[in-house]
């Protein structure tokens, strides 16, 4: 069975950082693509940002400049570096993993942004 642990969430005031860490354990093959999303109070889930298995990377306009994605394959993680955040970027962090065939779902970790 696959599990993602998501770690690295909490409180932060306006201008920090945070670092998440999303790990993958259990029988997992072929990873293609692995991203980040986050859901607000009220507002839709969106994706904050996506890495390739190529490397490739893509971010939501507003995040970009601030959030940097990597991934290390050989650990199965993927990680999201959130530098100057701001109280708009206070919401559940989920990261989300795809292989040919399944998609799976971390259970979420709480990033709060406020003075």
């Known amino acids: 069975q696959v599990q993602l642990v998501e770690s690295g969430g909490g409180l932060v005031q306006p201008g920090g950082s945070l670092r998440l860490s999303c790990a993958a354990s259990?029988?997992?093959?072929?990873?293609?693509?692995m991203g980040w999303y986050r859901q607000a109070p009220g507002k839709e889930r969106e994706l904050v940002a996506g890495i390739t298995s190529g490397g490739s990377t893509n971010y939501a306009d507003s995040v970009k400049g601030r959030f940097i994605i990597s991934r290390d394959n050989a650990k199965n993680t993927v990680y999201l570096q959130m530098n100057s955040l701001k109280p708009e970027d206070t919401a559940v962090y989920y990261c989300r993993i795809a292989t040919m065939t399944y998609i799976y779902w971390g259970q979420g970790t709480q990033v709060t942004v406020s003075s």
């Open positions: 259990g029988s997992i093959f072929s990873i293609n693509a």
